[in-house]
């Protein structure tokens, strides 16, 4: 097996000085690794003081080769993709500004669990109640909500039932 040439480049130090900015763990590693190598250290030394076999530090040298010090890092992994699309996301927040219809809905406000029927029904999308609220967190929304108030209620009723009676201290 012939052993894959580290391009030039970039120093040992300059490889140090690199890891010491990089926030990723990893790529700290691999940059220690590439210095190891540039400062004539074996490969099989090089890959063991740093944490990963010999074969995968050949992999990190070419990875250096072909983009240099940008292509040390992981490629972010796609993930499942989102059921709730951009413009489902926007019609849910357009929704929950405009509040629950109680005469359409059946509710004085919205729950997550009428939120999540409402996307089945609109959209033919089954989610969890944990996904409405991670989305409505997203969008900028708070779990907490005002008080419902009833639609025929009479404004200035509420002050009828305050309490007015006065704070008693007692004496010590």
Sequence with gaps: MVAVVLKEGHSADEFRKEAAR???PDRVRRLLALAAVREGATRMDAAAADGMDRQTLRDWVHAYNADGIAGLVNDPLPGRPR???PEHREALRTLVEQGPDFEK???VRWRRADLKRIVKERFEIVVDEDTIGRVLRELG????SPRPQHPDQASG??????????VRFMKP
């Design 157 to 166: 009723v509420i002050k009828e039932f305050k309490k007015t009676s006065t």
């Design 83 to 85: 059921k709730l699309l």
């Design 105 to 107: 809905d059946g509710v």
């Design 22 to 24: 990089a926030k990723d």
């Design 141 to 144: 929304f708070s779990h907490i």
